[in-house]
């Protein structure tokens, strides 16, 4: 099994940057895709960048031109370089796999960004954006 450990987070002024990185640990070249999620207070979880075995990417609107995914397989970390930040992007930040398990089809790969298809979760890394 996969297990997850994000870290990176903090507190920084809009305008800043962060890079969030996520490692992973356990069978991590089961992994169809892995992803960032979000949760603010009050609002439901959110998909805000996601990566299939393939290389394929996914973004958010309010990710894109701003949030960079990246993983480097060699060190088994996901990265979430985060620039320009905004109020708004404070939130728990998640890291998530979608591994490979019994009747499961691989479905990430074309819905990357959908909480639903991940089945292994990080505990999260809060990021605070203060204006």
């Known amino acids: 099994q996969v297990q997850l450990v994000e870290s990176g987070g903090g507190s920084v002024q809009s305008g800043g940057s962060l890079r969030l990185s996520c490692a992973a640990s356990?069978?991590?070249?089961?992994?169809?895709?892995m992803a960032w999620f979000r949760q603010a207070p009050g609002k439901e979880r959110e998909g805000v960048a996601g990566?299939?075995?393939?290389?394929?990417?996914s973004y958010a609107d309010s990710a894109k031109g701003r949030f960079t995914i990246s993983q480097d397989n060699a060190k088994n970390t996901l990265y979430l370089q985060m620039n320009s930040l905004k109020p708004e992007d404070t939130a728990m930040y998640y890291c998530?796999?979608?591994?490979?398990?019994?009747?499961?089809?691989?479905?990430?790969?074309?819905?990357?960004?959908?909480?639903?298809?991940?089945?292994?979760w990080g505990q999260g890394t809060q990021v605070t954006v203060s204006s």
């Open positions: 998530a796999a979608s591994s490979a398990r019994p009747s499961y089809s691989g479905r990430c790969y074309w819905n990357l960004l959908l909480p639903a298809e991940y089945n292994v």
């Open positions: 356990g069978y991590t070249s089961s992994s169809y895709c």
């Open positions: 990566i299939n075995s393939g290389g394929s990417t």
